[in-house]
């Protein structure tokens, strides 16, 4: 152990340095020397907190516009029923696939999750809560989608047959 030991640092505007990703820096002593390993690379420090910040907001940024996608569908979806607000209107022949009941519980689960977007530290409990009664609801729409193929396969079976043994 007499001899000193080497110099394992390098000057941070030497040319070799490798490009850094987003949330990463070199760890450097205060004269501005960049530590390295044994081997002569450059030791380099993730910065979670910028990255993280970042992360938040690309999330908050989808969940925003995932929302309004929604909206837009359920406003499409609301148009393209018939018309039902008029003296004499026809009788349903059957249940709409999103209830009166369902359409309030999914408006108020996009308000509540626009409402935890814009805040500065989102709650995960209330986001989850809400994005499973979406998923609640999707899982009913893709169920009644289900019911009208099984209803549709019946019926080509049942007027497939006679046809084909006629023709």
Same mark, same amino acid.
């Given at each position: 152990? /007499?001899?000193?030991?080497?110099?394992?640092?390098?000057? /941070?505007?030497?040319?070799? =340095?490798?490009?850094?990703?987003?949330?990463?820096?070199?760890?450097?002593?205060?004269?501005?020397? +960049? =530590?390295?390993d044994e081997n002569g690379?450059? %030791?380099?420090? +993730?910065?979670?907190?910028t990255a993280l910040v970042d992360d938040i907001a690309a999330a908050?940024?989808?969940?925003? +516009?995932?929302?309004?996608? +929604?909206?837009?569908?359920?406003?499409?979806? #609301?148009?393209? =029923?018939?018309? #039902?607000?008029?003296?004499?209107?026809?009788g349903l022949v059957e249940d709409d696939p999103i209830s009166p009941a369902d359409f309030a519980t999914v408006r108020k689960a996009i308000e509540t999750l626009r409402a935890e977007a814009g805040e500065d530290d989102p709650a995960l409990e209330v986001i989850q809560e809400q994005a499973s009664q979406l998923r609640k609801l999707a899982l009913s729409i893709t169920? @009644?989608?289900? @019911?009208? %193929? /099984?209803?549709?396969? /019946?019926?080509?079976?049942? @007027?497939?047959?006679p046809v084909s043994a006629a023709a």
């Open positions: 152990m /007499d001899a000193p030991f080497p110099d394992i640092s390098i000057t /941070d505007d030497e040319p070799n =340095l490798p490009e850094l990703q987003r949330g990463q820096r070199y760890l450097s002593t205060e004269d501005g020397r +960049v =530590l390295t690379s450059p %030791l380099i420090a +993730v910065t979670a907190t908050k940024h989808e969940l925003l +516009v995932c929302l309004t996608l +929604v909206e837009d569908a359920l406003k499409f979806y #609301r148009e393209a =029923l018939p018309p #039902r607000h008029h003296n004499n209107p026809p169920s @009644w989608i289900g @019911w009208k %193929l /099984d209803l549709g396969v /019946d019926s080509l079976i049942k @007027w497939g047959v």
